[in-house]
């Protein structure tokens, strides 16, 4: 037996020749790389839900897909989640569709800046992961029902067609009956025809309560049509959206639009 080396066959020599193998002296210690936020940009239009990869390549390949304003053709092109990436001109978006629907309290603004103090984005804040942005507004003292989403295509149903929304609303007087119909024909503020659905007195209530129904997605409407008639608006609560309401829905609290929800909104 050669002196200082263990001999082949025996349980020493084994064990010596197990140890050698795991031993690695030359191998350089593993070095973390970077994480990056980039995405392929078939990945991305595939995560939006238009199309497979394979699908999105040959739709990259025919120039039906611009990144920032500028058509992209190259395959395995990678985006920031901050790019602006449109599809045949309609900007997409690779995070799941939300829906949540919002029963404000007063004393939040509606707008996504941090900077505003208390916000109704503070208070859908573990809603979803997804980047949601509310439809229209209501004034910080305003209360009711706000919808957030972060599908554009939902968002321009309200914004371009309208979709009805009624108030409950207080003012600091009785509504006269004549105000009421002057409302209903549609009263003109600067140059603008402000049209209303339906507007009447709150069933059961005082006269000072109106119930009104239209289609404009800011409440700032609500404040300009009473002022013009010589009225002060002391509380504006939105009861309706569409087919929604406040059902099982406490002030402060959300929820998530249900698939019949959606459907319903897809035939307004």
């Not at 795991?22 to 990056?36: A, D, I």
């Not at 497979?52 to 053709?73: L, P």
């Not at 007063?106 to 809603?127: E, I, Q, R, W």
Request: with cysteine; proline share 4%.
């Amino acid at each position: 037996m050669q002196k200082g080396k263990p001999e082949k066959g025996t349980r020493r020599g084994n064990d010596f020749r197990k140890n050698q193998a795991k031993r690695k002296p030359h191998q350089k210690p593993k070095v973390e790389k970077p994480q990056s936020n980039q995405i392929r940009l078939n990945k991305y239009i595939a995560n939006s839900g238009l199309c497979s990869r394979r699908e999105a390549d040959m739709y990259i390949q025919v120039g039906s897909v611009t990144v920032n304003g500028k058509i992209i053709n190259e395959m395995g092109y990678k985006v920031n989640p901050t790019d602006e990436v449109r599809f045949e001109g309609q900007r997409i978006n690779p995070e799941p569709k939300a829906y949540v629907l919002l029963n404000k309290p007063k004393g939040f603004a509606t707008t996504t800046s941090a900077s505003k103090g208390n916000t109704v984005m503070d208070l859908v804040a573990n809603a979803t992961k997804s980047s949601i942005e509310p439809i229209g507004r209501l004034g910080r003292n305003a209360t009711g029902l706000l919808l957030f989403t972060n599908d554009d295509e939902f968002m321009r149903k309200f914004t371009k067609k309208g979709v009805s929304r009624l108030f409950h609303i207080e003012l600091d007087k009785n509504v006269k009956p004549a105000d009421l119909q002057k409302i209903r024909e549609g009263i003109k503020i600067g140059d603008k025809t402000i049209e209303i659905e339906e507007v009447s007195h709150v069933k059961n209530a005082s006269k000072k309560e109106v119930g009104l129904k239209l289609k404009h997605i800011g409440n700032k409407v609500i404040r300009d049509l009473f002022t013009h008639l010589g009225y002060d608006v002391v509380k504006v609560d939105c009861v309706t959206i569409a087919h929604l309401t406040k059902k099982d829905l406490p002030r402060g609290r959300w929820r998530h639009l249900t698939e019949q929800e959606l459907n319903t909104f897809k035939m307004i």
